[in-house]
Every structure is written in C-alpha cells, then in structure tokens.
C-alpha cells in the first residue's frame, strides 16, 4: 500500500516536472520514488518485467540529497515515468496476491464472505478494470471508461 500511494505521488509530481519543466517536481517524484522502494521487497526483476528500467533507478536515488537546479531531459523523465508506473504495478499485483491469501485463510476459518470484503476494502487494491488513468496535453490527468 505505502509503495502505490508513493508512486501515485510520484507520478503526479513527474507530470507537474514534464508539463511545466518544473525542477521541484521532479526532486518530489524522485523522494516519492526512495519511498516506493523503501520497503525492499520490491527486486529490480519484478520491475523490469513490468516494464520499468531499473537501470535508472540506482542514479536516480542516489541525487535524492544532492542540490538540483533543473530537470533532466524529457525522454528521461519519460522513462523514469514508465519505471514508476512498473514499481506500481508490481506493487498492486503483491498487495493483491495478500488480500487473496487472506481471503483464503478467512473463508477457511468461517469467516463471512462480506464482513471479509468490508474488512478487506483498502481503496488502493479496488480492481480498475474497465477503467484508465491519462495525462491530457494541459497537464491534467483524469480517469476514463474504457469499452
């Protein structure tokens, strides 16, 4: 849970750095970024099967501290972007797999089915099928039904 809220933080950060090539934005995304990986249980193996470049990681973590005075070039941003959104996406696929296994353990033990589900309803492992997160050209990011 602690690594998908940072890495919506991060991307809503990224976007303000891309859209308004602002440097305070990025420094943000790169702190939500340490905080993402934190936990370590995360591997840089998970990552790159995502779809993320964990190549970019290690420089990108170890300026965290460092003074920045601008941000790097777009197609870098783009793919600390596309890295971020792997990290959420192994981060959802773990948190899921635990409500699964606890859904397991639950219905074993005699639990009811709904007071499960109340107690399982954590907003940031809520299914989004059906639905997608876009960057708009003004910046924006809006969710959209999908068909």
């Known amino acids: 849970r602690k690594a998908v809220n940072a890495t919506d933080f991060a991307l809503e950060s990224l976007n ?5 090539n602002n440097f305070s934005g990025f420094n943000a995304a790169r702190v939500q970024l340490a905080k993402a990986l934190s936990g370590g ?3 840089q193996k998970e990552i790159a099967a995502a779809g993320g470049d964990p190549s970019l990681l290690g420089g ?3 300026v965290t501290s460092t003074a920045f ?3 790097p070039s777009l197609d870098t941003q783009n793919k600390i972007k596309n890295t971020i959104n792997a990290i959420r996406k192994v981060a959802l696929k773990k948190g899921k797999a635990e409500i699964d296994a606890q ?7 005699g639990f009811n089915k709904d007071d499960f589900e109340a107690a399982s309803d954590i907003p940031e492992f809520k299914s989004t099928k059906g639905k997608k997160t876009i960057t708009l050209k ?3 990011t809006v ?3 999908e068909d």
């Open 41 to 43: 249980d995360l591997s």
């Open 69 to 71: 005075s601008g941000t």
């Open 138 to 140: 003004s910046g924006k």
């Open 143 to 145: 969710t959209v039904e």
């Open 60 to 62: 990108l973590l170890d």
């Open 16 to 20: 303000l750095s891309i859209t308004q």
């Open 103 to 109: 859904r397991n353990i639950a219905s074993r033990s």
